[in-house]
């Protein structure tokens, strides 16, 4: 997984799985590289086979299966071009709602958070430089497509995204278990701009974001529960804070 990951990254592609990943990508304008299909799926993506030239290769699923060295669900694969990466200052530009992601390693957990600020109107997300891939395979699934939709940075000057959202006026709301987090239900609804902030799946936020983020909240739950999986507090979080 490691290698074809690296692969990937070097020669600037991505995989979409199955029919509507596949067609989600081509509508949002990314270039299709090749195809590798299952013959039951040729007449549903017809459209989109034929809007390219794109080269389609044509086997049976266990011989797709073998070739990908995975088990593919849906039938359906395109490698795509990555398109060129944002600079994190342009993608803060003018977004209201924004999720920052700090060295989350579950590339399904990233395209759930995808999926969540997409459906809930948060329009930005930034990631740290050890963060999951949105590009990969599982994340791009896991999020339907989502990734296409929200603008998204990797930040490469991560020590210095505070400042950089506070110089644009916006606000960082930190997930956490510190002492003197304040319930969700606390947040001002009236804040114009902000930013949520999730840490990593096993430790959380680094000592920096605890220290730096304007609000330190966490989830109101059960007393016998201190945690969510955190792909379910962004859900959650980011239904919260959502636009009105």
């Not at 459209?47 to 070739?67: H, K, S």
């Not at 600079?87 to 958070?113: K, Q």
């Not at 983020?213 to 979080?237: C, G, H, T």
């Amino acid at each position: 997984m490691r290698l074809r990951q690296r692969v990937e990254v070097e020669r600037g592609i991505y995989l979409a799985e199955g029919e509507k990943v596949v067609r989600r990508a081509v509508e949002a304008g990314h270039r299709v590289v090749s195809f590798l299909m299952a013959p039951r799926w040729l007449d549903g993506l017809g459209d989109v086979l034929g809007g390219t030239d794109a080269p389609c290769y044509v086997l049976d699923e266990a011989a797709i299966e073998q070739v990908t060295g995975f088990h593919v669900h849906r039938g359906a694969l395109a490698a795509m071009q990555r398109p060129v990466e944002r600079p994190a200052a342009e993608v803060v530009t003018g977004a209201s709602r924004i999720v920052v992601m700090e060295d989350l390693a579950d590339h399904a957990n990233v395209g759930a958070i995808f999926r969540s600020a997409a459906a809930l109107g948060f329009d930005a997300i930034l990631l740290s430089p050890r963060c999951a891939d949105p590009w990969y395979r599982r994340a791009i699934k896991t999020s339907m497509g989502a990734v296409f939709r929200v603008p998204f940075a990797r930040v490469d000057d991560w020590y210095g995204l505070p400042d950089l959202l506070r110089d644009h006026g916006v606000t960082s709301v930190a997930l956490t278990l510190a002492d003197d987090s304040i319930d969700l239900d606390t947040v001002p609804a009236d804040l114009e701009r902000l930013a949520l902030i999730v840490g990593s799946e096993g430790h959380g936020l680094s000592d920096r974001w605890q220290s730096a983020s304007d609000l330190r909240v966490r989830i109101p739950m059960a007393a016998d529960i201190d945690s969510l999986n955190a792909a379910a507090s962004v859900a959650v979080a980011c239904w919260h804070l959502r636009p009105r």
